[in-house]
């Protein structure tokens, strides 16, 4: 059961991932307005890993060693700089873990993995095509429509 779960959670995961970078506009995701979350959500999110978000002007560094500049500086992990890394990374370790905690549901293993397969699918799906849409929330009154983006 547990497995299962994570698997819904990986499928809703990568439809965050999916509806960032093809459907930001039609998403729910442009209606954020904390500054700092608006452009973690956006989909130039992944720029947030740059200096002053300009590939050009190199990476964001962390010191390990806060007293000595420059000695032990390493990439700010991308996986904290933008939402769809870190979805990314969510839905990695979700599924890495379903092996350690798989309890078997049927008494082939090939069911087992076409429920898995189908629970992913539809988890994915639902995420995708309803939840993070902006007309089920607008439908639903809890947003207003027509902010841009």
Known sequence: MIALILIVFAGLSWAVMDTIK????????????????YCWFHEQGWRGK???DSPEMGRKKWNLLFFTPWILEVNKPVQITDA???????????????????????SQWY????IYG???????????NTLFKESL??????IAGNREG
């Open 111 to 114: 069911w087992d993995y076409l």
């Open 118 to 128: 189908t629970t992913f699918n539809l988890s994915f799906s639902l995420g995708y």
């Open 137 to 142: 929330w607008i439908f639903l009154g809890l």
């Open 22 to 37: 093809h459907h930001y506009y039609e998403s729910v995701f442009k209606y954020i307005k904390n500054t700092f979350w």
């Open 84 to 106: 769809w890394h870190f979805f990314k990374m969510l839905v990695l370790f979700a599924l890495l873990a379903v092996p350690f905690v798989h309890e078997p549901l049927t």
């Open 50 to 52: 740059y200096n002053f």
